[in-house]
């Protein structure tokens, strides 16, 4: 079964607010997490990862929190835009293996 | 580089036909996969490969099969088609050295088998 998953199906924010969109891990051993965002009928996409021996990462507009304690991952976008409006996926992998393992997913939804 | 491409994007089947989903990378990457995605669902990985000559299972492999008969091909196929295989299928690749797994996803086959 999945391993991970995500609080709520659909997030909708005002342009400009900033987003948190949740993800809850079930695996002791993961060690490894992505976030992905995937735009209307296109593959998702890379946005940033984060190892188990970090709690905190950073990107443009985008920061990554792990809470190993209560296996608990957010992507935090600042200054939400419409362009960031899409389906965002967390995975994430165990022990050395390459294959990672995808939540359902969240629907950002950005009202200008 | 053109990355991840799948053909065909879009496949219309009846229950029982078969048929093969290309996927081709140029980026010499060692691991390829095949994951399916259903409407409000996360992806589902279907068999994925660590090289060529060398493929496995993954949690949904029944109803398809794959070959990796060199590192820049992936195909899947469909042998018996179903109305259960409508979903869009996504083909992946990675990397498994250096410092991020980040996978590299191709835009989709979309499969509605009638």
């Known amino acids: 079964g999945e391993s991970v998953g995500l609080h709520l199906p659909t997030l909708s924010v005002q342009e400009g607010d900033n987003s948190i969109i949740n993800c809850a891990y079930s695996?002791?051993?993961?060690?490894?997490f992505i976030w992905y965002k995937q735009e209307s009928g296109k593959g998702p996409q890379f946005i940033i990862d984060i190892r188990s021996n970090m709690d905190k990462r950073q990107g443009q507009r985008v920061t990554v929190l792990l809470n190993k304690t209560v296996k608990h991952l957010s992507l935090q976008i600042a200054a939400t835009q419409p362009g960031d409006s899409a389906v965002y996926f967390c995975a994430d992998r165990s022990g050395g293996s390459y294959i990672p393992t995808f939540g359902r997913g969240t629907s950002l939804i950005v009202h200008p | 580089n053109a990355g991840v491409t799948q053909t065909p994007k879009f496949r219309i089947l009846k229950i029982g036909q078969s048929m093969t989903l290309q996927c081709a990378q140029d980026?010499?990457?060692?691991?390829m996969y095949w994951y399916r995605q259903d409407p409000g669902m996360g992806l589902k990985l279907i068999y994925y490969s660590v090289g060529a000559g060398i493929t496995d299972k993954g949690e949904v492999p029944n109803g398809y099969n794959v070959s990796r008969s060199t590192t820049e091909d992936f195909p899947l196929r469909l042998e018996l088609a179903a109305p259960s295989q409508t979903s869009v299928y996504f083909c992946a690749s990675s990397w498994t050295s250096g410092n991020t797994g980040e996978l590299f996803f191709g835009e989709g086959s979309r499969l509605t088998v009638l």
């Open positions: 980026m010499n990457h060692n691991y």
């Open positions: 695996n002791s051993a993961s060690d490894y």
